[in-house]
């Protein structure tokens, strides 16, 4: 599997990184820091999972959000919130995030997230 992680803080591109290079099935793992940078690994890779934050720099979120629905419409998207734009994570559903995580009190669920979402990949349909 490939992971794009955009966020505009390398912290936590790091961290989420790291809990993750321990996945066997997580093959590449890139990053972005803005929303220029994501939409070239788009037209660059394929990819299987992108875990963006809300709010990459120029607010254009829903506009990457779209852009990666209309190229790769199998890559799933999961989108970091905090907990106070939590009322944001029924917009972004609707624009086709597949999942919406707080990432202040929901972060270290990702790992275990990525886990399900590697074992349906690989034995799709169990």
């Known amino acids: ?3 794009t992680i955009i ?3 390398i912290e936590i591109i790091q961290r989420i990184s790291e809990q993750l290079m321990g996945n066997q099935v997580i093959k590449n793992i890139f990053h ?6 994501a939409i070239d690994l788009l037209h660059q890779h394929e990819h299987d999972i992108f875990l963006m934050d809300l709010d990459i720099r120029s607010n ?3 506009k990457l959000l779209k852009e990666i629905k209309k190229k790769q419409k199998q890559t799933i998207v ?3 919130v905090n907990q106070s734009e939590k009322h ?3 917009a972004f559903k609707l624009y086709g995030a597949d999942y ?3 990432k202040y009190h929901e ?7 990525m886990n399900t979402l590697a074992q349906n990949k690989t034995n799709p349909g169990q």
Do not use: G, H, W
């Not at 972005?32 to 940078?37: N, T």
């Open 1 to 3: 599997m490939t992971v």
């Open 100 to 102: 919406v995580i707080d």
């Open 107 to 113: 972060f270290d669920q990702i790992p275990e997230l």
């Open 60 to 62: 254009k979120a829903v």
């Open 32 to 37: 972005a820091l803005s929303y220029d940078e």
């Open 88 to 90: 944001i994570a029924d």
């Open 78 to 80: 999961i989108v970091l």
């Open 7 to 9: 966020d505009n803080s």
